[in-house]
């Protein structure tokens, strides 16, 4: 194959145009320390600016600790999920998991979900060998 087949590739039948779509935009969340608690009939909903996520919803994936959601649906300025209903791995001492979102090769991490309180009654220890 020569350069000069492939100098206007758009118009072989088998390749579509090119399109072009802005980088979306992830917001943090609003609450207090960034931090949602968990509702276990509750949708995840991640706000930003999404323009066309709805066709490209199959390259959207958010993860909660290291649980993926499921449920996962998209509209202009908002992904939607179901999070996982127990703790998910990847949830600290605190109860909280970070919310992840992948969009092809972006990553961010707009927040975190709560699932628990901590006692107040533990306390962190120091063990020595």
Request: charged share 20%; hydrophobic share 30%; aromatic share 8%.
């Amino acid at each position: 194959a020569n350069v000069n087949s492939l100098r206007n590739i758009s118009h072989e039948q088998t390749f579509g145009p090119l399109m072009y779509y802005p980088d979306p935009i992830i917001s943090p969340f609003e609450e207090d320390d960034r931090t949602k608690t968990f509702q276990e009939t509750d949708m995840l909903s991640i706000h930003g600016r999404f323009r066309v996520v709805s066709e490209l919803i199959a390259s959207v994936r958010v993860f909660v600790g290291d649980e993926e959601c499921t449920q996962t649906s998209g509209k202009e300025f908002t992904i939607s999920c179901k999070p996982p209903s127990s703790t998910p791995k990847g949830t600290d001492a605190t109860g909280k998991a970070p919310v992840i979102v992948q969009i092809g090769n972006m990553r961010s991490v707009p927040g975190y979900l709560r699932y628990f309180l901590p006692s107040e009654n533990s306390k962190p220890i120091t063990l020595g060998v």
